[in-house]
């Protein structure tokens, strides 16, 4: 189970930290990533990092503004989100994956309930 939490509103230019708390199986053993849906579009990639190792990845249009990170002791990856714009509103949701393609969604086997980042001008 992946539980999604840390959305709401923000003005653009303005950070918030989503968190996505892991149970119900063995953390370490996963990558873990982030995608957003915004209303009328497809579920997009936005960041995932490995373990061993904590390699991040991210799209191009997120790269320099937002961070991933994990805490194996917490079983929680965040993504911290800072310079925020309106194209960042979207529904976030957090992923987990043994796959070695993490930038797609089909690699992922689970996944959270997702939340909602809006971001106003």
């Known amino acids: 189970q992946l539980q999604a939490s840390g959305g709401g509103v923000q003005q653009a230019g303005g950070s918030l930290r989503l968190s996505c708390a892991v149970s119900?199986?063995?953390?370490?053993?996963?990558?873990y990533g982030w995608f957003r849906q915004a209303p009328g579009k497809e579920r997009d990639f936005v960041s995932a990092?490995?373990?061993?190792?904590?390699?991040?990845y991210y799209a191009d249009s997120v790269k320099g503004r937002f961070t991933m990170s994990r805490d194996n002791a917490k079983n929680t990856v965040y993504l911290q989100m800072n310079s925020l714009k309106p194209e960042d509103t979207a529904v976030y949701y957090c992923?987990?994956?043994?796959?070695?393609?993490?930038?797609?969604?089909?690699?992922?086997?689970?996944w959270g309930q997702g939340t909602q980042v809006t971001v106003s001008s």
């Open positions: 990092i490995r373990w061993p190792g904590g390699d991040t």
């Open positions: 992923a987990a994956s043994t796959g070695l393609r993490i930038r797609e969604s089909p690699n992922y086997a689970y």
């Open positions: 119900g199986f063995t953390f370490d053993d996963y990558a």
